[in-house]
């Protein structure tokens, strides 16, 4: 019998390791090389982010300074202000005693030699000079301008969650042996939140406070750049018509007692001349002088300039500026009468007088302009230019300064005084009693305490000078 056939037994084979091991452990190394680049991006961003707001304050602080410095030259060539820093609009909003222009409030110009010092303040100490502030309110700028302590910012609604930037300014003498007249700075603390311990000028930084301090050095250029030595200067001829009366007086040993200076022959019979005691009238007189006739360019510069044209010439040696710039001045305050000057024409130049003192006066128009009000006075002459004639009202009225007429022929009116100088760029004809006195203060006055002023080159600053 056969026997059944027998299967060999399978072999002995081990159970199969678990497989994905090896994945998961190169997948968990690379999450967690992933999570270490995340967590340094993220660092990296928040110090980005740190950065980015640390250079926002600083260019909103740094903005606000440079702000400041141009608000400051702003207002000193301004109007008389209220104490919020606005200037007054009209002579009738002058109360009596008249309030300060930011000139007066915060600068002292000696007469004599047109040194600029800072004006004190006081109460707190006889050598802080005053100061004055202003803070973005989110969308305009709020000013303070005391005579004295710090300038009181906290009444001011500020609008949005800001920042808003705030500064304060001060002035100084700059560095300079000797002192040069006109010369002055303006220092500038800038701060991005309006707190007084972050504006003071020894202040002590605080973690996030945007902080910036600049200064400028600004120089006064004078109004009256060469005032004339002589009450009277015609570039031209001068007549008078039948019954006028001209009365020249100069007893100023240091003008050498000069009475009329005129570019063609002068006869003195015209005037009722005084000079100093001793010296003959006829020596008083400089006429027929090549320097004051200033005849036109011929051939003339190529290309054109002003100085091709006497009158322009005659007007650049008085005031050191042609008539262009001389309008466009920051302290230049130009009343219009092209369709000849009005009562009102003349009243606008009263009130701007009397609104902005120490600057110039410059009125547009054929004229005549009629003055019908005493302008200037011995602590604030008046320098007009007018492109007409320029006369006086019905009665005698006196002008302290100096007048100057660019009228092809300056006809004068009615009786005046003019206790400085009158000046004609061509030629001049006396109508009325017309009386001129050489003011030796009022001439000083003009060329050191009038003008507009401006940027040194070079004298700004972002450190410490």
């Known amino acids: 019998m056969r026997s059944a056939s027998k299967r060999p037994p399978a ?13 998961l452990i190169v997948v968990m190394v690379l999450f967690f090389v992933i999570s270490l680049v995340a967590a340094y991006t993220s660092r990296n961003l928040i110090f980005e982010q740190r950065t980015s707001g640390n250079q926002y304050r600083s260019t909103l602080a740094f903005e606000a300074a440079d702000a400041g410095i141009e608000w400051a030259l ?9 104490d919020d820093c606005t200037p007054l ?4 909003a002058v109360s009596s005693p008249p309030q300060d222009s930011f000139r007066e409030r915060y600068l002292a110009i000696d007469a004599g030699t047109g040194i600029v010092t800072p004006r004190p303040d006081t109460s707190v100490s006889p050598s802080r000079p005053r100061l004055a502030g202003c803070v973005f ?34 002035f100084t003498v700059p560095p300079m042996t000797p002192p040069r007249p006109g010369i002055v700075r303006v220092d500038v603390n800038a701060c991005t939140r309006a707190g007084p311990d972050c504006l003071k000028f020894d202040r002590q930084a605080q973690s996030g406070d945007g902080l910036a301090a600049l200064s400028a050095v600004l120089a ?3 109004g009256l ?17 039948p019954g006028a009366t001209l009365s020249v007086t100069n007893d100023d040993p240091a003008a050498e007692g000069t009475t009329v200076l005129s570019g063609a022959l002068f006869n003195p019979a015209l005037a009722t001349l005084q000079t100093l005691p001793g010296t003959p009238v006829a020596r008083s007189v400089i006429d027929d002088d090549p320097t004051v006739k200033l005849p036109d360019l011929v051939p003339a510069l190529v290309p054109a300039t002003p100085a091709n044209h006497g009158a322009d010439r ?23 009468c092209a369709a ?35 302008l200037g006075t011995a602590a604030s002459p008046v320098l007009v230019v007018a492109e007409g004639s320029v006369e006086f009202g019905g009665a005698p009225q006196t002008v302290r300064g100096v007048v100057y007429s660019r009228a092809a022929t300056w006809t004068t009116a009615n009786a005046g005084t003019v206790q400085g100088a009158i000046v004609a760029e061509q030629d001049l004809r006396v109508v009325g009693t017309q009386t001129l006195i050489y003011d030796a203060a009022v001439m000083s006055r003009l060329r050191l305490a009038s003008g507009s002023f401006v940027k040194v080159p070079g004298g700004w600053r972002d450190f410490a000078p």
Request: charged share 15%; aromatic share 6%.
């Open 11 to 23: 072999p002995y084979r081990p159970a199969a390791p678990a497989r994905g091991a090896a994945s």
């Open 74 to 82: 702003a207002r000193l060539n301004g109007a008389r202000m209220n």
């Open 89 to 92: 609009t009209s002579a009738a």
């Open 137 to 170: 309110d989110g969308s305009d700028w709020s000013c303070h301008c005391p005579a004295s302590g710090d300038p009181d910012l906290s009444g001011v609604t500020l609008n949005g969650t800001g920042p808003h930037a705030a500064f304060w300014v001060r």
């Open 220 to 222: 006064l250029r004078s």
């Open 225 to 241: 750049g060469s005032p004339p030595n002589a009450p009277l200067l015609v570039r031209g001829t001068t007549s008078a018509a």
């Open 314 to 336: 005659m007007f650049n040696s008085v005031f050191g500026m042609w008539p262009s710039t001389f309008m466009e001045q920051p302290a230049a305050a130009i009343v219009e």
């Open 340 to 374: 000849g000057c009005n009562a009102s024409d003349a009243d606008g130049v009263a009130d701007m007088a009397l609104l902005e003192p120490g600057h110039v006066i410059y009125v547009k128009g054929a004229g005549p302009l009629r003055i019908d009000t005493d």
